[in-house]
Antibody, heavy 119, light 111 residues
């Protein structure tokens, strides 16, 4: 059974940093492109960024709001996806989901982890 | 950036009746490989999103056949042939041709 389990969310002050993780199981993680998608409270879904698999260069791309502040990385030996978030702002408050890319969409989602940016 | 516009944003439906959601993109979603990367997701209250449809009309495994997707270019539609109580939630279209963009969401409720 495919599972994606996020962790690491919490309360952080504006300007602070946080790293959230996503533990994958039930599929060959190293073969997958993976993404982060967020959802602010009561709002819609927003793409955060994506990382390709190693054989495709393991490059990461980001949506405009997180460019220069967010970094996506992966550890294929541990089957873990990371999202490092720096210089956090109140508008980054959201549930952060990891998701597996498939055919230009996401066929598997985690349960999400809540990140709250507040003083 | 590609903008995805859904309508309606609120959709009250009687049980057993059909429902339809429209999604329009600000530019063509046909990729250089000839595929159109348009997906539909359902998000039930308190749950993570779940994909229903990918590449316009391909139903994901385990998705009831009362859900269908159609369209081309910039205009797409999700149809539910007979709405059931478990279909309550918010539905999103998403394009994966020019990076990734979601529609605003359509809230389906039972009348």
């Amino acid at each position: 059974e495919v599972q994606l389990v996020e962790s690491g969310g919490g309360l952080v002050k504006p300007g602070g940093s946080l790293r959230v993780s996503c533990a994958a199981s039930g599929f060959t993680f190293s073969n997958a492109w993976m993404s982060w998608v967020r959802q602010a409270p009561g709002k819609g879904l927003e793409w955060v960024g994506r990382i390709k698999r190693k054989i495709d260069g393991e490059t990461a791309d980001y949506a405009a709001p997180g460019k220069g502040r967010f970094t996506i990385s992966r550890d294929d030996s541990k089957n873990i996806l990371y999202l490092q978030m720096n210089s956090l702002k109140a508008e980054d408050t959201a549930v952060y989901y990891c998701a597996r890319d498939h055919e230009g969409g996401y066929d598997q989602w985690g349960q999400g982890t809540l990140v709250t940016v507040s003083s | 950036d590609v903008v995805m516009t859904q309508s309606p944003l609120s959709l009250p439906v009687t049980l057993g009746q059909p429902a339809s959601i429209s999604c329009r993109s600000s530019q063509s979603l046909v990729y250089i490989d000839g595929n159109t990367y348009l997906s539909w997701f359902q998000q039930r209250p308190g749950q993570s999103p779940r994909r229903l449809i990918y590449r316009v009309s391909q139903r994901d495994s385990g998705v009831p056949d009362r859900f269908s997707g159609s369209g081309s270019g910039t205009d797409f539609t999700l149809k539910i042939s007979r709405v059931e109580a478990e279909d309550v939630g918010v539905y999103y279209c998403m394009q994966g041709t020019h990076w990734y963009t979601f529609g605003q969401g359509t809230k389906l409720e039972i009348k």
